[in-house]
């Protein structure tokens, strides 16, 4: 980390680059064969953040390189830096051109991921610009979360995409907060933006939170609440959207630190959006649920679980699943991660996925799939994280 500084200035300087070495298995569908391919992403991540008494600011600038043994169209990393996500779920007022180069087996890209600036006003935090928005507390699947959420399958989480907005927190008692804030959608229009409002409180140990969230289709209503059972920790929320498309979400779930070293949580998700037939999958994605709204699980009934082991005060281990209790397919998640220095981190996992491997064909002669996970080809990654 370098600090610049004068009397007028202080900012540091700070980043990362991580490089992914992807594997994917062949996958021979009868119908289509998906082939074998190998890739390499590579991420350099440029922090500028200043912090005064009254202020703050922070320019994050992302380059990410990703180079393939096939066509890049072939490819999809979900939650991946050159992941293409509909214009209406961007969440920004205007962009730079996010394609520098780019040809059949390699691309380079760019994102200004963070631009923003915060006042401590004597009221509240005012944040403007460009920032990170999370609703909601659920471990896995975030029923409140509507602003560009992470998949489960992704693999660089260190950073949620920052979206336009303007923000403002203010204190309530000792504990609580009311966050509002008006988030731009593509050119500051209506029908591309969004408004939201959350209000958190404690009470006997447990936390509260009530959350508003309003688009042009959509009106969402969450509440949900955390706490203390005993040694274990629970959740459980709630959100209620009417609109284009009328739905509930629920996700409920525990957390229990088995000893020192071993960690377990475990989350039911249901998606009233989602449906138990899976040869309406494909159909689900012209949804707006899916388009606009930040839902990404097709089916119904989901149970997620991990368990996580700090094997070594420089090794961990993870394992991670998530089970569709509809067509009983999975995701199953494997890692390892091994500190090397105090800046430079070695990762590798598993990606394994379970289910009915069919395509069958409809009536109206598409082909369409039998399990949510199964078409999946199975991949394997190392990855070198250097933090400067």
Known sequence: MLILSSEAYCAEFSGYLKTYAVMQKEKDLDVIEVPKMDLLQTTLRLKLESKGERSAWEVHYELNTVNSSRRLSSYVLPG???ERL???RTY?????NREISKDDQYSLQQNLDRLNIQFQLDSGDLTLGRQAISLGTSRFVNPMDVFLPFDLRALNTEYRPGIDAIRFQKPLGNLGELDIGW???RDGEWQNSAAYAKISSRLRGQDFQITFVNTESLLLVGAGIQGAIGNSGYWLEVANVSGDDDYTR???GLDHALTDNIYFMTEYHYNGIGTTSPQKYFEQYERDAYQ???VFLLGEQYLASSLNVQVSPVTATGLQMLYNLDDRSAFVA???ERHLTDDLYLDLGIYR?????????SEKNVAVPTSEYGLNPDMAYISLRYYF
């Open 353 to 361: 996925f379970l289910g009915d491997e069919k395509l069958v064909f």
């Open 334 to 336: 494997l890692s390892v």
């Open 92 to 96: 920004r007022y205007n962009d730079l």
């Open 183 to 185: 988030v731009f959608g």
């Open 86 to 88: 509909p214009v209406k």
């Open 80 to 82: 991946s830096s050159d």
């Open 292 to 294: 606009q709204h930040g």
């Open 250 to 252: 629920i996700s409920i």
